[in-house]
């Protein structure tokens, strides 16, 4: 940043030193130099003296309990808020609003399909039931859109209840708690319900499904324990999330097919967990987990992904598709935003001039209303080095740089 304001202040000195000679050379006034300056404003009296984030001014408001934000590959800013999905441009502003009940979550695939965790009602026998959904859109940003692809609908999407019949209000109270993909547009769907048992041959509630492009149940993530908590479970899930993101980098695309999957039970030891698969050629794709992530070096980083009852109520996580691999997740009830490295170290790496062996814990947080604290921040997004929180509690969105990143 200081070396895009060296350039831009000595242009617009020139240019009012040349006002007299407008008639000359024509108006130096630049829009969109004033756009740079008033969209990414920095309060000097935010930015930490060690390494830290700083926000970035404005903060964007109007919202409606915000449980989500997603930077889209159209380079678009999808929040999903009371109303349903609002779309605006990376500047902050207001594009359109797409209604869909009961909305809580959102991302986009690399063919720049938008699909949005909602509800659906729907009559059976006579009554009508509120049911979780999963609404598909293309050209949710476009002119000529929101175009309505599909509706994955629990539990009519779900092959492994075939022979299962509705079970009425137990049905009712599934909720799809998340939904990401993976560079082949292949989806996730975290779930939790009442439902679960050890030796069910149909899918638990407490599950991950996978679906292809097209909207079809492949099946679900087979192996991962419903019931107790492990590196290897799905106890009441809160979230998930993949490891690409837009924008597609000229490095290439990650093409793993890992997840990392959110459990909100208080029993939970782990709740951020690094779901591992592989493809056996007999018996298809398998779930285990990440023991690496074990590793408690304190030589190398003062906190760990993996640090048991690390975290109170994890709502979102996201991965930097950058070089950094970053994770970031937030937590609704410590109302706080964690960063953490591929290996799960917590923290950054530190400047080269610093000295510093160990990561540097730039995590940060803490109830309350001003531009470091949160109430219930329900959403994580990365962009082009830009941390995006959704701040449910307050109402609004909040962009954060890292101020090493701030000369970049």
Known sequence: MKRLLQLLFPALFLASGLSSCNFLFGSKQDDQVDDVLKQGAIDPNLVPNTVGYVPIL??????????????????MVYVVDKRGLNILDLKGTFHRLIPIPGATKVTQDRRIHTYVVGRYDTVLNGET?????IYHLRNASQEN??????TILHYF???????????GTADAAVEFTGVSCISDNTLYVSRKGPTNSAFSISANDNAV???DPNGANLGY??????LSSSIKSAV????????????????????TADFLLLQGSPQAEYKVLWIKQ??????????TGNPALLNFDTSKADGFLYAPFRFGMPADVCVAPDETRNIFVVDSQKDSVYQFSPAGFEGVIPPAASGLTKLIRTSFGGTGSGPFQFKQPSGVAYFRRMLYIADKGNNRVIRYRLNTDLER
């Open 58 to 75: 404005p903060i964007w408001s109007n919202f409606q309990e915000p449980t989500d934000v997603f930077v889209g590959y159209d380079e």
């Open 129 to 133: 039931y509120n049911i979780a959904a």
């Open 145 to 150: 859109g929101p175009i309505f692809v599909d």
């Open 157 to 167: 999407n779900d092959n492994s209840r075939f022979n299962t019949n509705f079970r």
């Open 209 to 211: 499904l996978i679906y």
């Open 221 to 226: 993530a087979i192996g991962l324990n419903p």
């Open 236 to 255: 009441q899930p809160s979230g998930i999330g993949t490891f690409i993101g837009p924008p597609q980098l000229a490095f290439g695309m990650n093409t």
């Open 278 to 287: 592989s493809f056996n050629p007999e018996t298809g794709p398998e779930y």
